[in-house]
């Protein structure tokens, strides 16, 4: 009776779902691509609504004024209102027919070259040292980094104290030890050393952050495999840690660059360019045109000169790295 009843039971459930309508698959995709349309939507708005504030300000303090510079190099736009109408690329004529223009170009050149090798090699040298396990390491890491947290204000007024030819320490200790004194900020010939070393002690810190955490991202089963072999630290360094800071050290030279070429802050606070215009860099020379000489027009086609030679050393910096990881 039991397996007479059960096959009654399932009779009728057939016969009652062959009197219901078959469901269309198409009609469930197309009802839950019409659900999930509006929430897309709304994510993108949210989405949006999350980037405004930061696309607002790169729009407002980025694009905006880079716009506006370039159409104010195009004019004779000056602080006086004098003449304010497009002159065409006359700005760019004058500025590569300038001396002024290209002496000061020249310092700052000459300054990236000479503060760029000591910048990553002293920073090399001082990440090696931390790394093969200095007592104190805190203390070692503290000091190379703390520097770099001051001010180019506290940095400068400190290196012109030192830098004095009277009473400055630097020289004090020349004339203990027999040595003639020095006019590290007023001799043509050494000035610019002297804003370098004071660079080197201000900024040699973020260099050396940067090759200490890639030592110590080197597997060391490396160095582990080499003892093995026979090879001394000098050979592990040579052939193990420098070729495996290749990525890190082209980073490190493209960021130094960048930053030296932008130098204005200690030239200015130490030497105001001088002497004779011995240490005057071009982002100096472009301040005193656009406010002191009153000539913004002029001064903003000399920095729009300025920006290409910048944008030519980072895409030769760029396709240099892209060829060496191929």
């Given at each position: 009776m039991s397996s007479l009843a059960t096959s009654q039971d399932a009779e009728r459930e057939a016969s009652?779902?062959?009197?219901?309508?078959?469901?269309?698959?198409?009609?469930?995709?197309?009802?839950?691509?019409?659900?999930?349309?509006?929430?897309?939507?709304?994510?993108?708005?949210?989405?949006?609504?999350?980037?405004?504030?930061?696309?607002?300000?790169?729009?407002?303090?980025?694009?905006?004024?880079?716009l506006y510079g370039l159409y104010m190099s195009l004019t004779g736009k000056s602080l006086t209102g004098a003449n304010d109408s497009l002159i065409g690329l006359a700005n760019y004529a004058e500025a590569l027919a300038d001396a002024d223009m290209w002496h000061s170009l020249g310092n700052t050149l000459y300054f990236t070259v000479i503060s760029t090798v000591p910048l990553v090699l002293v920073a090399l040298v001082m990440a090696a040292l931390v790394n093969v396990g200095l007592p104190a390491q805190w203390l070692w890491r503290l000091s190379y980094f703390a520097p770099y947290l001051l001010a180019s204000t506290v940095v400068s007024l400190f290196f012109s104290w030192m830098y004095n030819p009277q009473l400055g320490l630097i020289n004090d200790s020349l004339a203990k030890i027999g040595l003639p004194k020095v006019a590290w900020l007023n001799d043509p010939n050494v000035a610019m050393w002297a804003i370098v070393i004071a660079t080197l002690w201000?900024?040699?810190?973020?260099?050396?952050?940067?090759?200490?955490?890639?030592?110590?991202?080197?597997?060391a089963q490396h160095y582990e495999a080499a003892s093995l072999d026979g090879a001394g630290a000098w050979r592990q360094f040579f052939s193990i840690t420098l070729p495996q800071l290749t990525p890190t050290t082209v980073m490190i030279v493209l960021l130094q660059i960048l930053a030296s070429l932008k130098i204005f802050d200690q030239v200015y606070q130490m030497t105001a360019g001088g002497p004779a215009g011995s240490t005057r860099p071009v982002v100096q020379y472009i301040f005193e045109t656009g406010f002191t000489g009153y000539r913004l027009g002029y001064s903003a086609a000399i920095s729009y000169i300025f920006f290409g030679l910048i944008v030519a050393v980072s895409v030769m910096q760029f396709f240099i790295t892209r060829r060496r990881s191929a």
């Open positions: 009652s779902l062959r009197g219901q309508p078959r469901r269309n698959p198409s009609r469930n995709n197309a009802t839950g691509s019409e659900t999930s349309s509006p929430r897309r939507t709304r994510d993108n708005l949210n989405g949006w609504g999350f980037a405004a504030p930061f696309l607002a300000f790169f729009l407002v303090f980025l694009v905006w004024p880079l201000w900024t040699v810190g973020f260099n050396f952050l940067l090759y200490l955490a890639a030592m110590q991202n080197i597997p």
